[in-house]
């Protein structure tokens, strides 16, 4: 028998009706769209980044909020080393490194240090130094001679050798090593090796101490203000 014209009508009506549930259904599992325009709003905060990792000699110097100093060998060499953040950017520190006329402000140590000579981008720097050598103090002077500023990944270096004066060897490194935008890494390793007889420990002395006085000085004129730099 053929279904009726009744017949076709009920059952577009039933489908009609569950097509509607379904929609219904649909509805309510969608987000409304006040919950949806909260979760685009701008205004509400995101889940903050992760931390970039950062450089461990960096941890470090914040962790101890300090210029830290010490010896160490290089070679067969006994160098003093020192390091320090600094509140400017390495082009600031680099600029400052290669400000030789003003290196008898960094620290009284340098207050002799003054420029003798300069040729095909060299600088010969004089200064004499004070040496402690147990309850005595010995001037000696050198004169160090800087090359040109070198690039070195993304920072710069800074070298002098000592050429002249009462040194049997004489050696400074600068390293600048920028931290971001703002902050940079400063290193300083100097080695000098007296003209007179001296126990190791008190050449050791000297030399981390006058790396720490060279660190901290140039720190102190980049950032133009005393002190460490304990956070970025």
Not at 66 to 88: I, P
Not at 111 to 123: F, Q, Y
Not at 214 to 231: A, C, E, I, M, Y
Request: hydrophobic residues 40%; charged residues 20%; neutral net charge.
């Amino acid at each position: 028998m053929r279904p009726s014209f009744s017949s076709h009508r009920s059952t577009f009506r039933s489908l009609l009706t569950l097509g509607a549930l379904a929609a219904g259904v649909a509805a309510a599992a969608a987000p409304t769209p006040a919950l949806a325009d909260a979760a685009a709003d701008p205004a509400t905060p995101a889940a903050p980044a992760p931390a970039p990792a950062r450089d461990p000699q960096v941890s470090r110097l914040l962790d101890a909020k300090t210029t830290l100093k010490w010896n160490q060998n290089v070679g067969k060499e006994r160098y003093g080393h020192a390091e320090a953040l600094v509140n400017a950017s390495a082009d600031v520190v680099a600029n400052k490194a290669i400000d030789y006329g003003h290196y008898r402000d960094l620290h009284r140590k340098f207050a002799t240090a003054r420029v003798i000579a300069k040729d095909a981008g060299n600088t010969d720097v004089y200064m004499r130094y004070p040496v402690k050598v147990g309850p005595m103090t010995f001037e000696l002077h050198e004169v160090m001679r800087f090359s040109p500023l070198r690039p070195n990944g993304g920072g710069f270096v800074l070298e002098g050798r000592g050429i002249q004066g009462d040194m049997k060897q004489g050696h400074t490194v600068i390293t600048i090593k920028p931290v971001d935008d703002k902050h940079a890494l400063l290193q300083v390793d100097i080695l000098l090796v007296p003209s007179i007889p001296a126990p190791q420990s008190f050449i050791d002395e000297e030399l981390r101490d006058g790396a720490q006085d060279f660190v901290n000085g140039l720190k102190d004129r980049s950032q133009g203000w005393v002190g460490p730099v304990t956070s970025l």
